[in-house]
């Protein structure tokens, strides 16, 4: 059985960081995509970046200098690290995954409907 489980997320002022974590079980460490994404009410949910276990990773553009993707070394911890957090980075974060192998994509997905495991999400608060 998948399960993803999000945490990090919290209250934080403009400026700050935060480490966002991903505890995945159930899969194949070695054959996996999987991607930060995340929602505020009322819009679809953004891909924020992804990460394959080969080490290939894709950035929004949105993304690039504030956000790092990296994994455990067992791979079976995927972490979002944020920082410089802005207002509008508040948002609900999820952490997805799916089963694939290198060559399925030319770089990992940051569309959501690329990806088949999700976690319940993390929140993340950014006060002016």
């Known amino acids: 059985q998948v399960q993803l489980v999000e945490s990090g997320g919290g209250s934080v002022e403009t400026g700050g960081s935060l480490r966002l974590s991903c505890a995945a079980s159930g899969l194949n460490v070695r054959l996996l995509s999987m991607g930060w994404f995340r929602q505020v009410p009322g819009n679809e949910r953004e891909g924020v970046v992804s990460?394959?276990?080969?080490?290939?990773?894709t950035y929004a553009d949105s993304a690039k200098g504030r956000f790092t993707i990296s994994w455990d070394n067992s791979k079976t911890t995927l972490y979002l690290l944020i920082d410089n957090l802005k207002p509008e980075d508040t948002a609900m974060y999820y952490c997805a995954a799916v089963a694939c192998s290198p060559s399925r994509y030319e770089s990992p997905p940051l569309s959501a409907d690329q990806y088949v495991y999700w976690g319940l999400g993390t929140q993340v608060t950014v006060s002016s």
């Open positions: 990460a394959h276990s080969d080490g290939r990773t």
